[in-house]
């Protein structure tokens, strides 16, 4: 699971478009069985919700920006959407590593990736990427009932849910972005992430919010909340 910037930002340069096809990428994304031999020979695909709110955007209406253009919170919706798609689609043998698999080509990403046949999905997510991946896991899963196994990976994603240790004013400013910004730019950060879960109308994981009150629910955008709660096996 990748995140990928939110509608109205700047878009990713052509360097790191490029990039994202071509660049070395240790670890799991590594198409090379001599440094993944565990998943080099899997499909291997990034999912991008596009609206930077980590698969959990719901919002029926858009909201604007000072300019008036629209701007939309519906990851969830974007994350279904390439589910489907990638359901619908006859799984190719990989008789070799398979390059990376990614929906900024789509002619090319969505060839030969039928998850509906699969037996098995790693879904693993870093950054806000890993907020998303626990907080999807269960509607991953219930898509896909023919696995014979599935795993969450998260990588960099347990952000503290706490308030900030005390700190001068100017110094609690640096931490987040501008040290000269009003005071808003100092809000903690477990309000900045309630105020997030509230505007983009956020829902999906079902079983923390099952487990939380309606007051409570925003909670679930942490991962080690939504986490903690995961239901379905």
């Known amino acids: 699971v990748k995140s990928v910037a939110p509608s109205g930002l700047p878009r990713a340069s052509d360097v790191e478009r490029r990039n994202l096809?071509?660049?070395?990428?240790?670890?799991?994304?590594?198409?090379?069985?001599?440094?993944?031999?565990?998943?080099?020979?899997?499909?291997?695909?990034?999912?991008?919700?596009?609206?930077?709110?980590?698969?959990?955007?719901?919002?029926?209406?858009?909201?604007?920006d000072s300019s008036g253009r629209p701007v939309w919170f519906r990851g969830r919706r974007n994350l279904d959407a390439q589910l489907e798609a990638l359901r619908g689609l006859s799984l190719a043998p990989t008789p070799s590593a398979v390059p990376l698999q990614t929906f900024s080509e789509p002619s090319v990403a969505l060839r030969g990736l039928g998850l509906a046949d699969g037996a098995e999905l790693l879904l693993a997510g870093g950054s806000a990427g890993g907020l998303g991946a626990p907080f999807s896991a269960e509607r991953v899963r219930a898509r896909l009932p023919q696995l014979s196994r599935f795993k969450l990976l998260l990588l960099s994603a347990f952000f503290l849910h706490r308030q900030p240790e005390p700190l001068p004013r100017a110094a609690a400013c640096r931490r987040t972005f501008d040290p000269a910004a009003s005071s808003a730019a100092c809000t903690p950060w477990p309000d900045k992430m309630r105020a997030l879960y509230e505007l983009m109308h956020a829902s999906g994981a079902p079983g923390c919010e099952r487990a939380?009150?309606?007051?409570?629910?925003w909670r679930c955008i942490f991962a080690n909340e939504s986490g903690a709660r995961l239901d379905g096996g």
């Open 21 to 64: 096809h071509s660049s070395p990428r240790p670890g799991l994304l590594d198409p090379s069985p001599a440094h993944n031999p565990a998943f080099a020979y899997f499909h291997r695909v990034l999912l991008g919700y596009c609206d930077g709110g980590s698969f959990a955007g719901n919002r029926e209406a858009a909201l604007h």
């Open 212 to 217: 939380l009150s309606a007051t409570e629910r």
